[in-house]
Each structure stands twice: as C-alpha cells, then as structure tokens.
C-alpha cells in the first residue's frame, strides 16, 4: 500500500504563494504517476498538475505558468508550487498516486486565496 502525508497548506493573499509537500511512504514504484488534485465545495475533484514516470509534467490550462509539479525520487516527495495565487484557486489540494488501477489519495489540504 501507499500512505501520503500533506504539508503546506493555508491563507494568502491573491498574488501570494504557497508550497505544497506530499511525503511518500509504504510500497513506492518509480512508474507511479503522481500529481495533485483540487476540490471546491460544490465542485468535482478535478486535476491540477500530473508528471508521468518519466518526470514530464502536465499542468491543468487555469493553473499554466503559475504551478510547478516537481518530485525528489531520493526523498520519496512530491512538491506543488503554486505563484500568483488566484481567489478561484481556493479548494482542498489532495497527493495522488496511481497505480494500474489502483490509486491513493492524501488526506488533503486546505488552500484559501483571499484579501
């Protein structure tokens, strides 16, 4: 199994940044595909920045040029950095992992973007 521990969210104001973590633990393959997801309230879990195993990143066309997917293989972590944070890009940011057809999800984070 794969466990994914959280860090990073919490207020800022719009234009700000914020630096997401997400720890990997348990079973890790190198071709896992990684990314991050978004939820709002009232809103399907949608995603954000995706890297494929071979480290190439995809990013969702709301969040183009301002997030950055990134993962450090040695320490088993993946990073979202998220620049010029916008009110619409206030939600919960969920760690994901799949596998096959398996996938695991972090327990989330919340992020609001507010003045």
């Known amino acids: ?3 994914l521990a959280e860090s ?15 720890a990997r633990s348990g079973s ?20 954000v920045a995706t890297m494929s195993p071979g480290g190439v990143p995809r990013y969702a ?4 040029g301002r997030f950055t997917i990134s993962r450090d293989n040695a320490k088993n972590t993946v990073t979202l950095q998220m620049n ?19 996938q695991w999800w972090g327990q989330g984070t919340q992020v609001t973007v507010s003045s």
Do not use: M
Request: glycine share 12%; with cysteine.
């Open 1 to 3: 199994q794969v466990q």
């Open 8 to 22: 990073g969210g919490g207020w800022v104001q719009p234009g700000g940044s914020l630096r997401l973590s997400c």
């Open 28 to 47: 890790v393959w190198p071709y896992d595909i990684l990314g991050w997801h978004r939820q709002a309230p009232g809103k399907q879990r949608e995603p």
């Open 61 to 64: 066309d709301s969040v183009k």
């Open 84 to 102: 010029s944070l916008k009110p619409e890009d206030t939600a919960v940011y969920y760690c994901h992992v799949q596998r096959f057809d398996n």
